[in-house]
């Protein structure tokens, strides 16, 4: 059997975010588990700014990247290097996500078996203090002089992993953190190893087919092979059920994280996974419904939506909790100085708001109905609605040169498409490229969620200029 060879690599970078920033140096040693074979550093010009908290950690100067070559330059031999060889780095995720990503740039998908010597050196030495390079060093008595160089830093990896590799179990702990942790005797009967490590460490919706094809579960994940192998890693009795039953995985790329949740809940509900169950309900437990009382007012109230429900009353919007229904109708009541009592959030005979100058006094008739139920009414649309404009929201694509767009109109969420970087398109152009997709309760507030968790670029298709979403 050929001995394991190791592409010890470590990068510098202008950030800590690789969709973002660039590599301005890497250091590669070649490591046959014995001895160093080969090794190569280069400066790589990043193409943009690097901060000055960065040049103060590393070293390394806008005038010292200038004339270096940019990275398309030397991913020739940067695949040569790699190739057929474990991609190793203290802390690999990191290393390997800034690679992958120039190549994405360069439009080529870069996909290497990893070792991380950080997951690598607490599996043979448990119970340190620190595990970061600085203090791995110190303990072993690895010689580092020039910390935050890539090939110095690289260098000292490699002898990091020799320690490691001594130890009687090497081989074992190895092939368990390359496989990430996938046993072969953990695979399901009709699947192999080779068939998980092929699969894309990118962003999409995956599939599990039972032997007769049928879809039985869907999910999504930013790396679909890392997510996939957790499947066969969980113990839980859903993790043995999936073991037991899955015969074939298929995928569908995405580019974006947004589009991969969209499309997600999309297809669990088109398909009912029978080992899906958060998703596949096409209706929230909770509605708030809006009805005139006696003295005509538009009140508001939150039910359990039931069929009988939605047949005789007037359902404004869906909600997943008690807790999220009564947060909207809330939210809404104090924008809107509506009534506690006609909202439903206090009882008695005066509202609780009101002396606190949050009501303007329906509940004790010093306002009339005709003009409460002016602020009701806009109540009434900003509950039916997740989005109080409509609007674009661009995110990244499945290529470097292309961006996925999501489509909100009427306050719904109304489908996804993919425009190309390349193009100048207007907001009508690039809603035709939308496909218009079924909206269900849960994926305007999937939008919704995503962007305060995460931001986006957002376009408002009444002024066409950038917006926030608050």
């Not at 049928?214 to 999504?220: A, D, E, W």
Request: charged letters at 30%; aromatic letters at 8%; one cysteine or more.
């Amino acid at each position: 059997m050929k001995q394991k060879e190791y592409a010890i690599i470590d990068v510098e970078t202008t950030g800590g975010k690789a969709s973002r920033c660039r590599i301005t140096e890497i250091g590669i040693v070649i490591f046959d588990g014995e001895k160093v074979i080969e090794t190569y550093e280069t400066l790589i010009n990043p193409e943009t700014w690097i901060p000055a908290g960065i040049v103060e950690l590393t070293g390394i100067t806008q005038e010292m990247v200038k004339s270096a070559p940019k990275f398309e330059e030397v991913a020739k031999r940067i695949i040569e290097l790699t190739e057929d060889r474990i991609f190793v780095a203290h802390n690999s995720r990191f290393d390997y996500d800034f690679v992958k990503e120039e190549f994405r740039r360069l439009g080529y998908t870069f996909t290497r078996k990893q070792l991380c010597t950080v997951r690598l050196t607490r599996k043979t030495y448990p119970g340190l203090k620190s595990y970061s390079l600085g203090n791995l060093v110190k303990h072993f008595g690895i010689r580092l002089d020039n910390h935050h160089r890539a090939l110095a830093d690289a260098t000292a990896t490699t002898e990091l992993l020799k320690f490691c590799l001594a130890g009687p179990e090497s081989d074992t702990d190895v092939q368990t953190l390359v496989n990430r942790g996938i046993s072969a005797t953990r695979l399901p009967q009709n699947m192999k190893l080779d068939q998980i490590m092929g699969l894309p460490e990118e962003c999409g919706v995956y599939y599990f087919h039972d032997k007769d094809g049928k879809v039985i579960y869907v999910g999504k994940s930013v790396n679909i092979r890392s997510r996939v192998s957790q499947h066969f890693n969980d113990r839980t009795s859903k993790g043995a059920l999936i073991a037991r039953t899955v015969a074939d995985i298929t995928y569908e790329l995405t580019g974006s994280e947004l589009v991969a949740l969209l499309h997600e809940s999309e297809e669990i509900k088109r398909l009912q996974p029978s080992i899906n169950r958060a998703q596949r309900r096409n209706k929230f437990a909770y509605v708030i419904i809006s009805k005139l009382n006696e003295k005509g007012y538009r009140c508001f109230d939150i039910v359990k939506n039931t069929a009988q429900v939605r047949k005789e009353e007037d359902v404004i919007s869906e909600f997943p909790t008690l807790t999220r229904a009564k947060g909207r109708l809330n939210f809404v009541r104090k924008h809107l100085d509506l009534c506690g009592i006609f909202t439903k959030q206090n009882s008695g005979k005066i509202c609780f708001y009101y002396h606190l100058k949050q009501c303007r006094g329906a509940c004790c008739n010093e306002e009339s109905p005709e003009d409460y139920n002016m602020r009701a009414e806009e109540a009434r649309l900003h509950l039916r609605n997740v989005f109080d404009y409509d609007f674009l929201l661009f995110d990244r694509g499945r290529t470097h040169d292309e961006e996925a767009v999501i489509l909100v109109q009427e306050g719904k969420y109304r489908g996804y498409g993919y425009v190309s970087k390349t193009e100048s398109l207007g907001v009508e152009e690039i809603v035709d490229r939308v496909k218009w997709l079924e909206s269900h309760p849960d994926t305007a507030r999937i939008i919704q969620r995503y962007v305060s968790d995460k931001g986006g670029r957002m376009v408002d298709l009444a002024t066409g200029k950038r917006k926030s979403l608050v």
